[in-house]
Nanobody
Framework: QVRLAESGGDLVQAGGSLSLSCSASGKISSIVAMSWYRQGPGREFVATLT?????KYADSVKGRFFISGDFASRSMTLQMNNLKPEDTALYFCNMHLRTRAFTPGDQYWGQGTQVTVSS
């Protein structure tokens, strides 16, 4: 059984920084991509990192948030700088991974970690 666990959420003042971490455990053959989403009024894409090294960011976080990952150790980090009150949300890590080789794989989600940015 695959499990994703996030950590690092906290209360921070506007302009501050936070680093979120996510690690995966269980029977994993390979990871295709690692991503972060956040839940505010709706679920919003934040950033993704593929196994080929491609990164993508939501326009709202470009230049402030940075995703990094270690596919071998099954872990990733979201470095968040210059945080704004509108970044307040429950942040989820997501991994597209395979539990068996030569299969398309599935999406797995963590339970979420709360980030609150005060003005």
């Amino acid at each position: 059984q695959v499990r994703l666990a996030e950590s690092g959420g906290d209360l921070v003042q506007a302009g501050g920084s936070l680093s979120l971490s996510c690690s995966a455990s269980g029977k994993i053959s390979s990871i295709v991509a690692m991503s972060w989403y956040r839940q505010g009024p709706g679920r919003e894409f934040v950033a993704t990192l593929t196994s080929t090294g491609i990164t993508k960011y939501a326009d709202s976080v470009k230049g402030r948030f940075f995703i990094s990952g270690d596919f071998a150790s099954r872990s990733m980090t979201l470095q968040m700088n210059n945080l704004k009150p509108e970044d307040t949300a429950l942040y989820f890590c997501n991994m597209h991974l395979r539990t068996r080789a030569f299969t398309p794989g599935d999406q797995y989600w963590g339970q979420g970690t709360q980030v609150t940015v005060s003005s």
